[in-house]
T-cell receptor
Framework: GDSVTQMEGPVTLSEEAFLTINCTYTATGYPSLFWYVQYPGEGLQLLLKATKADDKGSNKGFEATYRKETTSFHLEKGSVQVSDSAVYFC?????????????FGSGTRLLVRP | DAGITQSPRYKITETGRQVTLMCHQTWSHSYMFWYRQDLGHGLRLIYY???????DKGEVPDGYVVSRSKTENFPLTLESATRSQTSVYFC?????????????FGEGSRLTVL
């Protein structure tokens, strides 16, 4: 079945460092891809998405490009802030009967130090 | 308040007891979901519902029961709680196809089974 694999955390960076969180997927069809973020004590929020190959999703300085040839959707940010400390989940949409569901990766915790 | 709310936020119970986690959304979203979040597993889908009176199993449904008599409510019941059901449970909803990725999550219910 479809699946999502993320790099294991935690990822610890200093403020203003460059961030990459790797995400690869397996899917039989043409999924949409997403990054969700979970801040401490909160539920998940959609961070960005891409619905087809070569699309780039972006939000709050974060970017990810849908790479079909490498089945990847790596999350990047040029300069992280302490407030970016959170758990990041990569996800893909998968068709299930007549509707869709989201399949999540295991999450990557990011800790940004001042 | 508008949004999606879960209750209780924290619950401690004993093995064999019945527990119900409540989920309420004020957007009239047709789709609702229950996920559990465990270290190393990310989010796993327990049950989902496409509309009132329509529910279906997700990836890990064993030991859980759901109902959806009203569009806005989607309770999750553990009929006889086990220690392996200690987890954080998230309810989510969306109005349309999940392929858009716009799931809205509650803040979670942390359940401990002793």
């Amino acid at each position: 079945g479809d699946s999502v694999t993320q790099m294991e955390g935690p990822v610890t960076l200093s403020e203003e460092a460059f961030l990459t969180i790797n995400c690869t997927y397996t899917a039989t069809g043409y999924p949409s891809l997403f990054w969700y973020v979970q801040y401490p004590g909160e539920g998940l929020q959609l961070l960005l998405k891409a619905t087809k190959a070569d699309d780039k999703g972006s939000n709050k300085g974060f970017e990810a490009t849908y790479r079909k040839e490498t089945t990847s959707f790596h999350l990047e940010k040029g300069s992280v802030q302490v407030s970016d400390s959170a758990v990041y989940f990569c996800a893909l949409s998968d068709r299930m009967d007549s509707s869709y569901k989201l399949i999540f990766g295991s999450g990557t915790r990011l800790l940004v130090r001042p | 308040d508008a949004g999606i709310t879960q209750s209780p936020r924290y619950k401690i119970t004993e093995t064999g007891r019945q527990v119900t986690l409540m989920c309420h959304q004020t957007w009239s979203h047709s789709y609702m979901f229950w996920y559990r979040q465990d270290l190393g597993h990310g989010l796993r889908l327990i049950y989902y519902s496409a509309a009132a009176d329509i529910t279906d199993k997700g990836e890990v449904p064993d030991g859980y029961v759901v109902s959806r008599s009203k569009t806005e409510n989607f309770p999750l019941t553990l009929e006889s709680a086990t220690r392996s059901q200690t987890s954080v449970y998230f309810c989510a909803s969306t109005h349309g196809l999940v392929s858009t990725g716009e799931l809205f999550f509650g803040e979670g219910s942390r359940l401990t089974v002793l």
